[in-house]
Nanobody, 124 residues
């Protein structure tokens, strides 16, 4: 049984920064990879970033590479998404997700647990 609680969303101007947090509790497996996905109105959910259990392996969507950084603190069971140089097209609901095992994935279907989502709005 796994629960995820997200925080850190909000409204920022283009070029600004936000840091999203996702706290994981009651995990049923010893190790897990985590990912961030986002969904804009009228759009399908898309991959943003992922990180392995150890934190040594990461992956980013081309649209956010160089601007976003995913990290985790396993002692706190928390994953972060640092978002810099935000653009209006980054506006979306952001979701964190977890999957069992050490290896991350860019496929949403491979993640078994999801957070409730947090709104990020970037104004021009």
């Amino acid at each position: 049984q796994v629960q995820l609680v997200e925080s850190g969303g909000g409204l920022v101007q283009a070029g600004g920064s936000l840091r999203l947090s996702c706290a994981v509790s009651r995990r049923t497996f010893s190790s897990y990879a985590m990912g961030w996905f986002r969904q804009a109105p009228g759009m399908e959910r898309q991959f943003v970033a992922a990180i392995s259990w150890s934190g040594g392996g990461t992956s980013y969507a081309d649209s956010v590479k160089g601007r976003f950084t995913i990290s985790r603190d396993n002692a706190k069971n928390t994953v972060y998404l640092q978002m810099n140089s935000l653009k209006p097209e980054d506006t979306a609901v952001y979701y964190c997700a977890v999957r069992s095992g050490s290896t991350y994935s860019t496929e949403a279907l491979s993640y078994g647990y999801w957070g409730q989502g947090t709104q990020v709005t970037v104004s021009s």
